[in-house]
C-alpha cells in the first residue's frame, strides 16, 4: 500500500533550526557552541572553551580531523569506540544498502527479528570459538555499555538471591547510572548519590585481598566485577594470572564473574576478549563501544545460559527489557562491525601495532623524564602518566583539582601538536591514546611523531601550566569555583 499524502496542515511552531541549513552549511550554520552552552551541559562546554578544545571538528577521513582553527589532527580519540575511525566508508555503503533494502520491522520488541538474532548468534559463535563453555550462551542487547554492565548486575542478583553485594576494584570504571556507579570507585561521582548498592572494593590485581574477601564474605556476594585492563583507570594490566587466579577463587566459592569488556572487547587489546585471553573464563561478559562501529549506540551482555534464565525465566522473560535495545537498525550497523573486524583481523592488527605503539611512546617517556612517568600500553590502548605540574600543594586548592588539570592542559597543547586524545575519567595525570584499529601505518607513525614533538615543546610538567594563558586560567577557575 503507498503512503497517503497528508492534507494542507496548520502551520506548527517554528523551529529554530532546520536540517537543510546543517547539511548544506554544517558549523557555519549555527552558534554551535553558543546552542550547546544555552540547551546542554553548559559547564562542560565552557571549561571545553576556556581550554580551546570544543570543536566542532571536521572528518577527513575515518583517522583524521580538522579544528576550528584548520588544525590537522590525527584521531586518536574515541574512547575506544571507534574501532575504524569515523564514518569509514564500507560500514557507511553497508548502511545505505540496508536502508534501501530492507524491509524489517525498525523495533520488533514483540517479534523475532533476523538482524538481532543474526547479532546474537554471531557473537556467541565468537566468544565459544575463544571459550568454549560459552557455546549455548545468551545475549541481551541494549544501548551502551552501563546498560550492559546494569543487566549484568541484575542477572547475577538473580542467579544468586541471597546475595546482595557485589566486588570491585579501585579505579575501575563501569559506567554512570546508578547500578554500575556503585561499581565506580570515584567520590566526585559516587558521593552525592549514595545510598548505591553494596559492593567491597579491592586493590586491583591484589589477589591475597581478593581470597580473604571472597573466603569470609561469598555467601553475600552476587559477582566480582573486573575489567582485564583498566581502561579510564588510565590502562593498567593486572599481574600475570591475576585474571585465571580470580576465576579459580570465585568458582571455589560458587560467586559469579562478570568481565566487563566495553573497553577491551573485540580487538583492541590484540585479543576478541581481554578476559578470556588472560586465562579467565567468565560467567558474563558486558561489550558496547566497537560495536556500534562509531555510527549507532550498542550495547550487549552475553552470559550463560542459566544465569540469563534466571533474570529472564518463562512469564518473566520481560522482566528486565528497554525500548532500543536490539533495534533493527543498530542491531544490522553492529553485525557489520563484527563483520570487518573479524575478516580484516583487526586484533591480530592492534597486537601488531600495539607492541610496536607502546616501543615508540616508552622511547618517549624515557628522553623527557621531567615530563612523564610512565608509558603503558594494550594493544592499542595507549596511556601516559604526567609529572605534577607543581611540587607543592596550593593553599586553598585541592590536591586532586591540581592533579586533575595537568592531564587536561596536555590535552591542550596535544592538540596543538595535531593530535586529538582522550581524558581519563577515573585517573588523574593520565592521558590515553585510542587510535583507530585500521589507522594507516603512516598515520600511526605520524601520531607518535607529533607527540614527541608536544613533549620536545614541553620537556617539564610546568611548561603546560606556563603555556596556559591567564585570562583563560582565570576564567577557569571562575568555573571550578564560582
Not at 503512503?3 to 552558534?31: E, F, K, W, Y
Not at 538474532?117 to 550462551?137: F, G, I, M, R, T
Not at 616501543?359 to 594493544?379: C, D, N, Q, S, T
Request: a neutral charge.
Amino acid at each position: 500500500m503507498s503512503a497517503r499524502a497528508p492534507g494542507r496542515a496548520q502551520a506548527g511552531p517554528a523551529l529554530p533550526v532546520r536540517t537543510t541549513d546543517l547539511l548544506a552549511q554544517g558549523a557555519s550554520a549555527i552558534d554551535t557552541l553558543g546552542l550547546e552552552t544555552r540547551y546542554g551541559n553548559s559547564d562542560l562546554f565552557a571549561i571545553l572553551d576556556a581550554l580551546e578544545v570544543a570543536g566542532p571538528f571536521t572528518v577527513e577521513s575515518p583517522w583524521e580531523l580538522r579544528d576550528p582553527k584548520g588544525r590537522h589532527l590525527i584521531h586518536a580519540g574515541g574512547y575506544a569506540a571507534l574501532p575504524f575511525g569515523e564514518r569509514f566508508p564500507p560500514l557507511v555503503a553497508f548502511i545505505d544498502e540496508f536502508l534501501a533494502r530492507s524491509r524489517q520491522m525498525g523495533l520488533p520488541q514483540q517479534s523475532t527479528s533476523e538482524w538481532r538474532a543474526a547479532l546474537s548468534a554471531n557473537l556467541v559463535a565468537l566468544l565459544a570459538s575463544e571459550a568454549p563453555s560459552h557455546a549455548d550462551s545468551r545475549v541481551f542487547l541494549s544501548n551502551s555499555g552501563a546498560e550492559a554492565v546494569e543487566a549484568a548486575m541484575k542477572m547475577a542478583l538473580a542467579h544468586r538471591p541471597k546475595a546482595k553485594r557485589f566486588v570491585n576494584f579501585q579505579r575501575a570504571y563501569h559506567g554512570k547510572t546508578l547500578g554500575a556507579l556503585s561499581l565506580t570507585p570515584n567520590e566526585e561521582y559516587q558521593g552525592p548519590f549514595r545510598p548505591l548498592r553494596d559492593a567491597i572494593t579491592l586493590p586491583y590485581g591484589d589477589e591475597e585481598a581478593l581470597e580473604r574477601t571472597l573466603r569470609d564474605h561469598a555467601g553475600d556476594i552476587a559477582a566480582v566485577v573486573v575489567e582485564p585492563v583498566l581502561g579510564e583507570g588510565g590502562v593498567v594490566s593486572p599481574p600475570p594470572g591475576f585474571l585465571a587466579r580470580l576465576g579459580e577463587l570465585a568458582s571455589r566459592h560458587g560467586v559469579l564473574v562478570i568481565a566487563d569488556e566495553v573497553q577491551t572487547g573485540l580487538g583492541r587489546t590484540g585479543h576478541w576478549f581481554a578476559s578470556v585471553a588472560a586465562g579467565l573464563d567468565p560467567d558474563v561478559i558486558t561489550l558496547a563501544k566497537p560495536l556500534g562501529g562509531g555510527l549507532v549506540p550498542v550495547g550487549a551482555t552475553i552470559a550463560r545460559k542459566a544465569v540469563y534464565k534466571s533474570l529472564l525465566p518463562g512469564v518473566a522473560s520481560k522482566r528486565h527489557s528497554n525500548t532500543f535495545g536490539g533495534g533493527t537498525l543498530a542491531a544490522a550497523v553492529a553485525l557489520k562491525s563484527l563483520e570487518l573486524l573479524v575478516e580484516e583481523r583487526l586484533d591480530l592488527r592492534a597486537r601488531e601495532l600495539g607492541e610496536r605503539g607502546l616501543a615508540r611512546l616508552k622511547g618517549i617517556v624515557e628522553r623527557y623524564p621531567h615530563l612523564f612517568e610512565e608509558a603503558r600500553g594494550a594493544g592499542m590502548l595507549f596511556a601516559f602518566t604526567l609529572k605534577p605540574i607543581l611540587g607543592f600543594k596550593v593553599p586553598g586548592l585541592p590536591d586532586e583539582d591540581v592533579q586533575a588539570i595537568t592531564s587536561v592542559l596536555a590535552l591542550r597543547l596535544l592538540q596543538e601538536a595535531g593530535v586529538h586524545a582522550c581524558y581519563s575519567n577515573n585517573a588523574n595525570r593520565v592521558v590515553r591514546f585510542t587510535p583507530p584499529l585500521n589507522i594507516p601505518d603512516d598515520l600511526f607513525a605520524t601520531m607518535w611523531e607529533r607527540v614527541e614533538a608536544f613533549a620536545a615543546d614541553n620537556p617539564r610538567s610546568l611548561r603546560l601550566l606556563q603555556r596556559f594563558p591567564l585570562p583563560r586560567l582565570l576564567r577557569l577557575a571562575k568555573l571550578a569555583y564560582g
